[in-house]
């Protein structure tokens, strides 16, 4: 858990930019993963339902895999 208001006070303006960077690049570090994360998931709904329109069928993927 980070610092509270009152020990941000206490802390000196060099220590003050120091965490003010450090939770900035924290939070660009996670924003970045959690947009990957998005687009993979998008990308993955993407092709999943496009490899069910090439079959032209509504087959679920065991019947298919089993040949009948």
């Known amino acids: ?3 509270s208001q009152r020990q941000l006070r206490l802390l ?12 900035r690049r924290s939070l660009m570090l996670y924003s970045t ?7 993979a998931m ?4 993407f092709f999943a339902s496009a490899s069910s329109e090439v079959a032209e069928d509504s087959m679920h993927t065991a019947a298919i ?4």
């Open 12 to 23: 000196s303006p060099e220590d003050r930019i120091i965490y003010m960077k450090w939770l």
């Open 42 to 45: 998008v990308a993955n709904h």
């Open 65 to 68: 895999a089993s040949g009948k």
């Open 33 to 39: 993963a959690l947009a990957l994360l998005v687009m």
């Open 1 to 3: 858990m980070g610092p």
